[in-house]
């Protein structure tokens, strides 16, 4: 008897099993299908990018791009709407950049050029000086002083093309742009021009920041585009002594204030752990900023509202944040963690889109137990969806949760198109396509909800 | 003794097999670093698209891509290159077609329509006639002859935006597009409106066949856009004795001649068993017809390409057809199998790629042995490129070898903006991406490539 009744609850254990999953299944389904059939995302996107437009740190439309996700919040009952200030670097790119080639018999030839973000100015007057090809730090510092004084160092390592995911190959190449310009100056370099990162060929040129090391004099830096790199490395190989000229009036003005924007749903069994959802709402000046990250912070808030409109009371506390200055500065994610310590805020995880609008291939799950956790529990649910539990996930403003031992995630999109946009003046809402951003909100809601309901 | 030896033995074929798989995957990594760093197909379809265009069953532009894709083939060095005469229906849509809505006020609004692929005319002056809309085929038979007679008949069920494949919601809307006309014209109906067939609301009509059924009266069809579809259909529910007024020019003159191109690797060893690889290389006449299908084309002759290139000889034989005809007859499809038989060819596989030229998710297997066999040997291999192998597969021109035992395979690929582009005017070049089109020829040409050195 004693075996029949312990037979019996193990019985009874695994239908509720069964049973809950069957619930949580029905529950995704109902996600999926509001996500796809009332895509609200897009159409916050759509103002985002149209009505706001580009909204880089400091800038007036990044503060009414703080405004208008606090606004689309207040409509979503939430527990909780609120802004959490932050000082952000401002740096302001002037005028158009100019840039050419002059070559030995004085012909004078543009290309496309922009400066890095955080880069100091040339002055009005531009600087010219004769332009060195180099494919790594490596290779710069082997020239040294004596081949690099006084020259402009050109960065073309490209891209590796046969990367599968893109992120890698941009990975694989971003020392360039970050380090390049410091390490080049170190060497007596006056000026960097580096290809842009992207894999595609085009006159595109893509901005993004550098990183100046402290002690080191700051030279002045721009990405050229892979059109106008390739056209320079072929000239450079006839005519090793060609001079190249760029002008930029960038330049960095004290801090300004800014703000994290925050919403929140209150946990009905404890609240007091927390599930952070978010993107970055600062983009790049010279586009839109749609895959990057508008289509991240519409998703977080999309995340709220399917949770919201399909009546589900989470158990546990989920916040969605739409960091402030990801792209010079990550000031907001570095403050949101600042303030979640000092308040002893329990996070149990924090999720981030911030890879572009593209289709789901997986949720990435950075900590090993949480991915094992998640992969046995849940990976059932997702597949339906084409939708797989990774291994690899995170992102940069969720990042400075990770010493407080929060498992960091993120949506993993198809990475093909991102860096045809990213940072350039194409990045722009007509490159989103609906279902494609909408079935992030969706995977992203799925798992959150999840996360809120069972904890880890 | 003898048990050391079996051991032994057991040993080296254990190390052999992973040996040959060690052996293979460097194979499919040299496949996927040539289909990334030189991109033929993608130059290919460039042509295709911007020089030859749309390519409609018995136009010039068809006959063009005849002699382009010969010609690349030509260039491939490889063992065969021929044509396969087909008799193909020649169906001309003339002038651009002409659709509004006449409001009880006589009012007169426009509306984007174009004819169905296939359809009778209206004459030259058009029909005009009250305007009914049903939502499935079901509900016409419901309303019956007292409803319908004399009427235009509106199609308006959407696809189900909730499907996470979109072929399955446009499997789920189809038949009205293709049985609506017929079934209309049994219950009197004199011409039929059919809602494009797009999970977008947006303003392209989107043509596609329509199928007449024999000895039923023959009436004129148009589809139209989804932005009219609504628009018509709120229309309705306020006034209900609108009509409708539309214009098609469209003619079925008598059939022409036309061809497949096939292009052939002949095995070292096994040269009477066929793998076969294709697309079809005809298209709607609305635009360039890049995703469907030049994009098949330039990936099934880029796997004779990336085999020929990285001097794999296979031990079976290789062929990439470009089928004509599939939108509006398939006869290219049904002449190749028809020419197979009556040779007695063995084909041991066929491959399409007729879902467009996105980034694929599978390689699909539509053959239940075939599945298990290539996903328990090769899964492990397509997976660091993000490929599974899945139990669904095949495609329209591969379908009639089917009766000759043969397993039908795809590329599956991300089907989200598929219908966004399928049979509009904005299925252009400027749609498809380098990367994605190059990883879908790599994964056919990696597939192709093991069943050519081990059979299934």
Known sequence: ??????????????????????????????????????????????????????????????????????????????????????????????????GRITTTKKQKIAVRVVALGNAVGTGKKGIEAPIIEVKSLKELATLGKEKIQGKIVFFNRPMDVTKIRTSEAYGGAGDQRRSGPSEAAKYGAVGVVVRSLTTSIDNFPHTGALAYQLNVAQIPAVAISTQGADLLSQMLQKEPNLRFYFRTTCEMLPDAVSYNVIGEIKGSEKPEEIIVVGGHLDSWDLAQGAHDDGTGCVQSIDVLRLIKALGIKPKRTIRAVMFMNEENGLRGGIKYAEIAQQNQEKHIAALESDGGGFTPRGLGIGDETAFAIINQRWAKLFAPYMVEIQNQGGGADISPLRNQGVPLMSLNVDSQRYFDYHHTEIDTFDKVNLRELQLGAAAMAGLVYLIAEYGL
């Open 1 to 98: 008897m004693k075996h029949f009744y312990f037979l019996m609850l193990i019985f009874i254990c695994l239908n509720q099993g069964n049973a809950q999953s069957e619930t949580d299944s029905v529950l995704l389904r109902k996600i999926y299908n509001l996500a796809l059939s009332e895509p609200k995302g897009y159409e916050w996107l759509e103002y985002l990018c149209y009505k706001v437009g580009a909204r880089l740190s400091g800038s007036p439309q990044a503060q009414q791009a703080v405004e208008f996700t606090k606004k689309i919040m207040d409509t979503l009952q939430l527990d909780r709407v609120y802004l959490q200030e932050v000082q952000v670097p401002n740096w302001k790119r002037g005028d158009q950049e100019i």
